[in-house]
């Protein structure tokens, strides 16, 4: 794949070259098993929303994450890297990179604070409200698609997550705004083969000094298997994290660069060249967990999860959408309204949503159904089912084990107080049972077409 940039402005401008054998690729989920295809050719980065200088290895990096997905076996650049970047592709990701400057030394990046990737959603505004208060912000403010026909799924509204932005920033904190429009080279977008949580950091690594990359995960990232489409033979706690305690890995360490690499390792080894690794400080919060944080701190209202368009809080469309909807009603103690549940189910992406065996964020669901208030015959039933599982009371705190293992040390203090404004902890006993925790599957009585 070769790359080339224009400079219009203050829009960068790349148009790519792809091969014959880079038009497509597979994601390494089982969700989205099915390929996902390159529909476009060129996309913009805002240079006005950029630093004034980029080293060379940082922007190419940034480039390496949007299309790696699709890069071959060759990847030409617009601009040469150092000799260490492109020994780094070429062994940990099987990909020559170049041209290679060989006079060109990687970037010094000093710590001077970790950067958050703010989408707008729940789960990174909750990241917001626990990490340091001068973490630096960095809202992902996409390119909208300008021309008809264009990628269904790109995200083209983004009314609610600026006035989230707006309002951090009006409480003092430090957001940046990055502006690209990467997203619309796919069609679906391949995540979670992409890494876009690191592009925005990494071109504002050294000019910031950001050594320490967060993004809104939840708990399921790093301790559940989260959204997994193709039927599952059991939803349990994984007892692998990432300081590399044994267990069944997570399913992007399951996943194999070109150089027979672990994708995780690899990613690794590219990040420590520049003297930078990401975090995951808000997985100790399940979803449920982190909607709670949102709900009792002056954000709620504000925030918007979800990859369609719309002018309120939720699409009224994606199974993301009603769980996040429900666990507000719950949070509220409202009952939910009969033709809101029946709007729902009448959407055809949520047609099988109770139809498999164990559902995306089985255990968030679990939750919903052990506590919602419906007299829906369809939740009734969920309802009834779901009380044969352990209270999941637990999932709306903080897993602390988490805070003493994963949280980096060098603001695990003040997570500690932050989430405590918001989250009470677990108790010893609860945190038992959630490393022990596994969960039925919908029975063939309950699951629809069975009985729904």
């Not at 989230?164 to 940046?176: D, I, K, P, S």
């Not at 015959?377 to 003493?404: C, S």
Request: glycine residues 8%; aromatic residues 8%; hydrophobic residues 40%.
């Amino acid at each position: 794949m070769r790359v080339e940039l224009a400079i219009k402005a203050k829009m960068w401008e790349f148009t790519i070259h792809p091969q014959e054998d880079e038009l497509s690729g597979r994601s390494f989920l089982p969700r989205d098993a099915g390929e996902f295809r390159l529909v476009n050719t060129r996309f913009y980065l805002d240079g006005g929303t950029l630093p004034a200088e980029i080293h060379p290895d940082l922007l190419a990096g940034a480039l390496w994450m949007m299309l790696h997905p699709v890069v071959g076996a060759e990847l030409r650049l617009p601009l040469a890297v150092s000799p260490q970047f492109n020994q780094v592709l070429r062994h940990s990701f099987g990909v020559e990179v170049g041209p290679v400057d060989q006079s060109l030394a990687p970037p010094d990046v000093r710590f001077g604070g970790p950067a958050l990737l703010l989408s707008g959603g729940l789960d990174s505004a909750a990241a917001a409200l626990i990490l340091p208060d001068d973490v630096r912000l960095i809202f992902q403010d996409r390119i909208p698609r300008a021309v008809a026909g264009a990628v269904p799924s790109a995200l083209v509204h983004l009314a609610q997550q600026r006035k989230l932005a707006q309002t951090l920033a009006g409480m003092g904190r430090e957001v940046h705004r990055h502006r690209d429009g990467h997203e619309q080279l796919f069609e679906p977008y391949p995540s979670p083969n992409t890494n876009m949580t690191l592009i925005a950091p990494l071109l504002r690594a050294e000019a910031l000094g950001l050594t320490l990359m967060e993004y809104g995960a939840v708990l399921a990232d790093l301790y559940f298997e989260g959204y997994t489409l193709a039927e599952v033979g059991g939803w349990r706690f994984r007892k692998e994290s990432r300081r590399g305690q044994q267990g069944e890995g997570r399913p992007k360490a399951r996943f194999v660069t070109r150089s027979g690499m672990n994708f995780e390792e690899a990613l690794t080894g590219l990040l420590s060249l520049f003297g930078m690794r990401s975090g995951a400080t808000s997985a100790g919060m399940s979803e449920v967990a982190t909607a709670l944080a949102v709900h009792r701190s002056p954000l709620r209202g504000l925030t918007y999860s979800c990859h369609q368009r719309s002018l309120h809080t939720a699409c009224l469309a994606c199974d993301k959408c009603f769980r996040k909807l429900l666990l507000q009603h719950i949070f509220d103690d409202q009952d939910v309204p009969d033709d809101l549940v029946d709007y729902y189910l009448s959407r055809p992406s949520l047609a099988g949503l109770f139809s498999r065996r164990f559902m995306d964020f089985h255990h968030v669901w679990m939750y919903v159904f052990q506590r919602v208030k419906s007299g829906h015959p369809v939740l009734a039933k969920l309802q009834h089912w779901a009380q044969d599982a352990p209270d999941l009371g637990f999932l709306a705190k903080w897993y602390v084990r988490h805070e003493h293992e994963v949280v980096p040390i060098e603001y695990r203090a003040e997570v500690a107080t932050n989430v405590r404004k918001y989250l009470e902890p677990m108790s010893q006993g609860e945190q038992a049972i959630l490393e022990s925790l596994e969960l039925p599957p919908l029975s063939d009585g309950v699951r629809r077409g069975g009985g729904l």
